[in-house]
């Protein structure tokens, strides 16, 4: 795995989550992807997807920066900032996220497989 896979696959992945393009998403998460939000609720895959579908999840702005890609074997973690403008189910989203999230090498493709997102004040 190399470092411009990851950097390529994050590109992909916020542009995907600005365009609510389900697709994509689908494609790049893990059947099987655990992430834990802000307040410390753990969501699927599918409850990630359903927040797009729905339209619940409109995200006008996404800025990452601060990146660190570190890569172990088949694996690769990334953290990064996320500047968010948007709304999720008609609440406002704006400010900046950290990030952390875990690539894995599947056979042709990677997925994201966990992930994590905090706050920043």
């Not at 990851?6 to 590109?11: F, K, P, T, Y």
């Not at 989550?17 to 689908?26: E, H, M, Q, R, W």
């Not at 409850?47 to 800025?63: A, P």
């Not at 660190?68 to 690769?76: K, P, R, W």
């Amino acid at each position: 795995m190399k470092i411009e896979t990851i950097v390529n696959a994050e590109i992909e992945l916020l542009t995907a989550i600005k365009n609510a393009d389900v697709p994509t998403l689908d494609k790049m998460l893990h059947d099987d992807l655990l992430f834990n939000l802000p307040d410390g609720q753990t969501i699927t895959k599918e409850f990630d997807l359903n927040s797009y579908r729905s339209g619940k999840m409109k995200i006008e702005v996404i800025e990452a920066s601060d990146q660190i890609i570190n890569i172990i074997d088949d694996l690769a973690v990334v953290t990064v900032t996320v500047m968010l403008k948007g709304t999720y189910d008609g609440n406002l989203l704006n400010g900046a996220f950290r990030y952390i999230r875990v690539w894995k090498q599947f056979e042709e493709n990677i997925k994201v497989i966990a992930g994590s997102c905090a706050v920043l004040k």
